[in-house]
Nanobody, 121 residues
Framework: VQLQASGGGLVQAGGSLRLSCAAS???????MGWFRQAPGKEREFVAS????????YYADSVKGRFTISRDNVKNMVYLQMNSLKPEDTAVYYC????????????????WGQGTLVTVSS
């Protein structure tokens, strides 16, 4: 499984960005998710989604502002980020696993490279 994240950039506080993750390889039935790592901090869970899209999990810090979605025909996963805050500044990583990725720990079978999101105040 290969994952390619894109869509990061510089945005002002209060703005929006949409991250995309292109998946290739055997991903049928896989759960997908997003994690982030801010400078000097540990990687943390952001959001995850089941294969069908019927189940989603969010970190408390992004709930109500971020939305994860997927398009299984295109093998894409998205993270719509609204009302961005400077504390959202981080490298965002796409991840995949054979089951839905839980929010309780930073773990996944497959990882993509990161895409940098910088939110200016």
């Amino acid at each position: 499984v290969q994952l390619q994240a894109s869509g990061g950039g510089l945005v002002q506080a209060g703005g929006s960005l949409r991250l995309s993750c292109a998946a290739s390889g055997r991903t049928f039935g896989y759960g997908m998710g997003w994690f982030r790592q801010a400078p000097g901090k540990e990687r943390e869970f952001v959001a995850s989604i089941s294969w069908s899209g019927s189940a989603t999990y969010y970190a408390d810090s992004v709930k109500g502002r971020f939305t994860i979605s997927r398009d299984n025909v295109k093998n894409m996963v998205y993270l719509q980020m609204n009302s961005l805050k400077p504390e959202d500044t981080a490298v965002y990583y796409c991840a995949a696993d054979t089951r839905i990725i839980p929010k309780e720990k930073v773990a996944a079978a497959y990882w993509g490279q990161g895409t940098l999101v910088t939110v200016s105040s």
